[in-house]
């Protein structure tokens, strides 16, 4: 998966990520319940055309950037839990 940042800031982070909008809606849920973020959403400019652009805005709790790898930390466990729920059944 690739990030390219567009724009950083000291409290803002714009990206655009190579990702679905299953994976993008997932983040952007994260993102909202890291302690900090005041603003996380994304957009498409054209579903054929473009890829998703996240803007992350925060306060001065914590750093753009942290708040992503945190929100993407959680969803790597979340994906690894999910993983051994599946495992038990087969």
Known sequence: ??????????????????????????????????KGITVATYSVDHPLTSKPKFVVETDTVVAPKAAVKKAIDSLKKQADSFRKEIKKIK
Not at 6 to 17: C, G, N, S, Y
């Open 1 to 34: 998966m690739e990030i390219k940042i567009l724009e950083e800031k000291a409290r803002r982070l714009v990206f655009e990520i190579d990702a679905g909008h299953g994976f993008c809606n997932a983040l952007k849920s994260e993102l909202n319940q890291v």
